[in-house]
């Protein structure tokens, strides 16, 4: 259910983003900023006491069950991606209202998911470092478990 409603916060987003651009061609800015802020706020709601964390649900998906040394681990990291939302979402922010529109858009089109796949492949090298004793699933597997687990619904 947080996903629908996520993928309708961020639609109408951009649907309005679109629509406004008409009047300012800069209302499009917003649209980099709604999606990270959005994302923020799905893994953020995982965070609420009694919750299983975003991070937490993806490993499980690939684990079965989740070792305890997983647990504390895997919420940290759903902080730390709450707080990489965030702060992609200031940086669209910030480079927009500088009016840097060339870095703007270098950031919105690829600075953005680049920075994105660097914190995907350090995480999954220092994980495999400091639990080298687990086994690991690869990055494309990964990928499927948590494509997996945010395409199901949940009350």
């Keep these: 259910m947080r996903l629908t409603r996520l993928a309708i916060f961020v639609a109408a987003a951009v649907a309005l983003a679109f629509v406004a651009r008409r009047i300012d061609p800069r209302v499009a800015h917003v649209i980099p900023v709604a999606i990270n802020l959005g994302l923020a706020a799905l893994f953020a709601s995982t965070l609420r006491r009694g919750a299983e964390p975003m991070i937490a649900r993806f490993a499980r998906r690939e684990r079965g069950t989740l070792e305890p040394e997983l ?12 707080a ?7 940086v669209a922010v910030s480079l927009s209202l500088a009016g840097w529109t060339t870095a703007w858009l270098a950031f919105a089109l690829f600075g953005n998911y680049a ?41």
Aim: aromatic letters at 14%; a positive charge; zero cysteines.
């Design 115 to 155: 920075l994105i796949a660097a914190l995907l492949v350090g995480e999954y090298l220092y994980r495999r470092h400091r639990f080298a004793h687990l086994t690991h699933a690869s990055p494309l597997a990964m990928w499927r478990h948590a494509s997996a687990e945010l395409r199901e619904r949940r009350p």
């Design 84 to 90: 990489f939302f965030v702060a992609m979402a200031g």
């Design 71 to 82: 647990r504390g681990y895997t919420r940290g990291l759903t902080v730390v991606w709450v």
